[in-house]
């Protein structure tokens, strides 16, 4: 019997298995966020009564009307429909991985509701002083993560964690759902932009924290007042910067256009060799003294700028330079491009 063998079949074996690898490091990527998420909403958010937008603040503000119901469940209440809705409507566009992270990320909550609190009666008042607790010698119960009189903290780590947890569920094609959903169907029918969608949704839903947790609209009376709203902008202003910076990354592109009175060869091969990037030059023509010039556009990271600048001034120091962010960098060296599915950024 002859074993039949090819080098062909052999490097079609291994990129399955690469591919394979991907994926699974991808999924497990997600459900890594979904956690991060669910974590600073149940140990720093949910507790506390801050109201940082999204379906999960809608979920907690009903969480206080009806406590005995979760607020992961109350997130299944409005993402289940919000998915459906939008499988009917943009189908495939939506993706397996915003449908796979919108169920998981609820769930994870409810299920972290039951590691971090003793019983049921605290999971329905969310009460931060039995939040991670133990019973000392002297019978008493002590939290190990009550935060109640630091709340700035809770909301700066809320934040951060929530963050960095969507941001790195949106690094691998997918969204946890909610109002991103909102934002990409008032994107289709309302003609507003996704950002603007998802802006809307979440101003809609903190007021909502303020009218029933802030000024206690339907809880008797017993409101938190306005500064809980202030802590609740703190918590979404960190997240939105977290965010940006995780998906971004540390190192944001900068568009630099570079203006030579004389081209100078060293910078070419400075770019070239040194920085192992590429370039296009430009012809340019001075409004004033219309005479021709050349300039240069490139693009490096945050941290070669000033390297670059010291060049730019070393070469040519009557130069003229504009250095401005590059938000999205598609194209070799750089970010690759985005699937045709994939979420909407702005």
């Given at each position: 019997?002859?074993?039949?063998?090819?080098?062909?079949?052999?490097?079609?074996?291994?990129?399955?298995?690469?591919?394979?690898?991907?994926?699974?490091?991808?999924?497990?990527?997600?459900?890594?966020?979904?956690?991060?998420?669910?974590?600073?909403?149940?140990?720093?958010?949910?507790p506390y009564d801050l109201?940082p937008g999204g379906i999960?603040?809608?979920?907690?503000?009903?969480?206080?009307?009806?406590?005995?119901?979760?607020?992961?469940?109350?997130?299944?209440?409005?993402?289940?429909?919000?998915?459906?809705?939008?499988?009917?409507?943009?189908?495939?566009?939506?993706?397996?991985?915003?449908?796979?992270?919108?169920?998981?990320?609820?769930?994870?909550?409810?299920?972290?509701?039951?590691?971090?609190?003793?019983?049921?009666?605290?999971?329905?008042?969310?009460?931060?002083?039995?939040?991670?607790?133990?019973?000392?010698?002297?019978?008493?119960?002590?939290?190990?993560?009550?935060?109640?009189?630091?709340?700035?903290?809770?909301?700066?780590?809320?934040?951060?964690?929530?963050?960095?947890?969507?941001?790195?569920?949106?690094?691998?094609?997918?969204?946890?759902?909610?109002?991103?959903?909102?934002?990409?169907?008032?994107?289709?029918?309302?003609?507003?932009?996704?950002?603007?969608?998802?802006?809307?949704?979440?101003?809609?839903?903190?007021?909502?924290?303020?009218?029933?947790?802030?000024?206690?609209?339907?809880?008797?009376?017993?409101?938190?007042?306005?500064?809980?709203?202030?802590?609740?902008?703190?918590?979404?202003?960190?997240?939105?910067?977290?965010?940006?910076?995780?998906?971004?990354?540390?190192?944001?592109?900068?568009?630099?256009?570079?203006?030579?009175?004389?081209?100078?060869?060293?910078?070419?091969?400075?770019?070239?060799?040194?920085?192992?990037?590429?370039?296009?030059?430009?012809?340019?023509?001075?409004?004033?003294?219309?005479?021709?010039?050349?300039?240069?556009?490139?693009?490096?990271?945050?941290?070669?700028?000033?390297?670059?600048?010291?060049?730019?001034?070393?070469?040519?120091?009557?130069?003229?330079?504009?250095?401005?962010?590059?938000?999205?960098?598609?194209?070799?060296?750089?970010?690759p491009f985005p699937e045709?599915?994939?979420?909407?950024?702005?």
């Amino acid at each position: 019997m002859k074993l039949k063998f090819s080098f062909a079949d052999m490097a079609v074996s291994a990129k399955e298995s690469v591919t394979d690898w991907r994926w699974w490091s991808s999924m497990g990527q997600i459900v890594l966020g979904c956690l991060l998420v669910a974590l600073a909403f149940v140990v720093f958010i949910n507790p506390y009564d801050l109201v940082p937008g999204g379906i999960y603040g809608l979920a907690l503000v009903l969480h206080n009307l009806f406590p005995s119901i979760q607020v992961g469940t109350f997130g299944y209440m409005f993402d289940v429909p919000l998915i459906l809705t939008a499988i009917l409507i943009f189908g495939g566009k939506l993706g397996g991985r915003t449908i796979f992270a919108s169920f998981v990320t609820p769930g994870l909550m409810n299920l972290l509701d039951y590691l971090v609190y003793p019983n049921a009666e605290a999971i329905e008042a969310l009460d931060p002083a039995q939040l991670l607790s133990y019973t000392n010698k002297a019978g008493e119960l002590v939290s190990l993560c009550d935060l109640s009189n630091h709340l700035l903290l809770a909301a700066i780590i809320g934040g951060c964690l929530s963050g960095v947890g969507v941001g790195i569920v949106i690094r691998n094609n997918a969204a946890t759902g909610g109002t991103d959903i909102t934002g990409m169907l008032l994107h289709k029918f309302a003609k507003m932009k996704f950002a603007n969608g998802v802006l809307l949704s979440d101003a809609l839903i903190v007021l909502s924290g303020l009218v029933v947790i802030g000024f206690g609209v339907g809880l008797d009376g017993e409101g938190k007042g306005l500064l809980l709203s202030l802590y609740s902008g703190v918590c979404i202003f960190v997240n939105a910067k977290v965010l940006g910076y995780t998906i971004d990354g540390a190192s944001r592109d900068k568009l630099l256009y570079i203006i030579c009175h004389e081209h100078s060869e060293a910078m070419r091969e400075y770019i070239l060799k040194d920085l192992d990037r590429g370039g296009t030059y430009l012809k340019a023509k001075g409004m004033y003294t219309q005479d021709e010039k050349e300039m240069i556009f490139l693009v490096v990271s945050r941290r070669e700028v000033r390297s670059v600048q010291q060049k730019i001034k070393e070469f040519d120091p009557r130069a003229f330079v504009v250095v401005t962010d590059a938000y999205d960098t598609f194209g070799q060296g750089f970010k690759p491009f985005p699937e045709e599915d994939a979420m909407p950024t702005e």
